[in-house]
């Protein structure tokens, strides 16, 4: 579909699904689900609507989240931007007694007004565990060794997981003190990686605090496990030599995954300081710019809603995974069988179909009046596997034949057949 005709059909931003981009969304989601799953986490589903909490998700969430006034109380309700506040309010109320720790999975669609490459989006489709409840650099390597798996299963190569903790900047920051305004403009000069907007930003405090110069290096600090024992001669303010320890102790873990030749370190990664609160990673694809996953600690967030303040998760980017996931087999996408039946009643045809479906095959039948030709030129371009013809004569000679819609291949089978063809039939797709 072109941008114009998406323009006239929808509004700026959405994303449609035609059924062949909606069937691999789906199998991408259901090996989604199936990893989860096989990890002990267990499927919730959470409303499209949420209660408007000013600030929960941090400044740039709130500023990208659509509210609108409930009509039931007057109040202030909010398009789901994220699931983990969602799925945090519920561990502190309807799953309050369930013993510790949640393992829960989701696939969704979250609302945020942000632009990604350029171009406006407001839906996003997401994937992600959270797990509550359980203090342990364990659970961290344990979801980072999830979303490996997950995009490995779907056929991703090239992997990379960049790490960081969200204390280690937050531990720079106070040990130097900056006023508000000047702090925020220091974290976006790091966003930035700007090494000398940096170095005029804080060059009044060379002289006075030790660990200003490692936030002039953090461009820099990029790469293997020894930019943390760079760090950690250098750092002198404890948040952050604790924060670069617990990022060793992860690099070790991951060995035992077989991951360790997958992690880089980024640390002057700290995403939202306010959300997060340990460890932090983004799975990235070689030659990809955008992040595929992402997930971290966010134990402070949890405390506001009343549940354990232990928590931490992923999010895979089911827009980004379909992007950058080998296409695989598409075809048969139209369905396995058109029924094209020339007969009065119809009665053939509809007794083949209710025996396919039966039997888990996707079946249409072809009910517009139009020539053997037009049908099977119809099935070539929908990308039906195989078409079931029934001629003029099928209900006196009881016999359907099974072509294929390139019209090369012909196979004649008879009612008492019928069964047994159907049982011994192999997919193609």
Request: glycine share 10%.
């Amino acid at each position: 579909m072109s941008k114009r005709n998406l323009a006239k059909a929808m509004p700026s931003g959405s994303r449609v699904f035609l059924p062949a981009q909606a069937e691999r969304k789906k199998r991408i989601e259901s090996q989604l689900l199936e990893v989860f799953a096989q990890w002990g986490f267990r499927q919730i589903v959470t409303p499209a609507f949420d209660l408007y909490s000013p600030g929960s998700g941090g400044l740039v969430r709130d500023s990208q989240t659509f509210r609108l006034v409930d009509m039931e109380t007057g109040g202030l309700l909010a398009l789901r931007s994220d699931v983990t506040p969602q799925i945090a309010r519920l561990a502190g109320t309807m799953l309050a007694d369930h013993p510790r720790p949640l393992r829960l999975s989701y696939v969704t669609n979250v609302f945020r007004h942000a632009h990604v490459a350029g171009f406006l989006q407001r839906e996003y489709w997401q994937a992600g565990v959270e797990l509550i409840g359980l203090v342990s650099l364990e659970a961290d390597v344990e979801m980072i060794a999830i979303a490996m798996e997950c995009l490995e299963r779907n056929g991703v190569e090239n992997i990379r997981m960049s790490l960081s903790h969200a204390a280690f900047i937050r531990g720079l920051l106070d040990a130097v003190r900056l006023e508000e305004g000047l702090r925020s403009e220091v974290l976006e000069a790091i966003t930035r990686r700007d090494a000398s907007g940096l170095e005029g930003l804080l060059k009044p405090f060379l002289s006075k605090e030790e660990d200003v110069r490692i936030l002039l290096e953090l461009p820099d600090l990029f790469g293997d496990g020894k930019i943390l024992d760079r760090a950690l001669r250098t750092i002198k303010n404890a948040s952050s030599r604790r924060a670069i320890k617990e990022l060793k102790q992860v690099e070790r873990m991951l060995e035992l995954y077989g991951l360790s030749d997958r992690i880089v370190f980024d640390l002057s990664d700290f995403r939202n300081i306010d959300y997060y609160t340990g460890i932090l990673f983004d799975g990235f694809v070689e030659g990809w710019g955008y992040p595929v996953c992402c997930g971290g600690r966010y134990d402070r967030l949890l405390g506001l809603y009343g549940s354990d303040a232990l928590g931490t998760g992923i999010a895979i980017d089911v827009d980004q995974l379909l992007l950058v996931a080998p296409n695989g087999d598409m075809d048969g996408l139209g369905g396995d069988f058109l029924v094209i039946d020339f007969t009065l009643e119809k009665r053939i045809g509809i007794r083949v179909a209710r025996e396919l479906r039966a039997g888990g095959w996707r079946v249409a039948r072809d009910i517009i009046r139009r020539g053997l030709n037009e049908s099977l030129e119809y099935a070539r371009r929908a990308g039906v596997s195989r078409c079931i013809v029934v001629d003029k004569d099928g209900d006196k000679t009881g016999h359907f034949r099974v072509i294929e819609p390139s019209g090369k291949k012909s196979t004649t089978i008879h009612l008492e057949e019928l069964l047994v063809w159907v049982t011994g039939l192999e997919r193609k797709i």
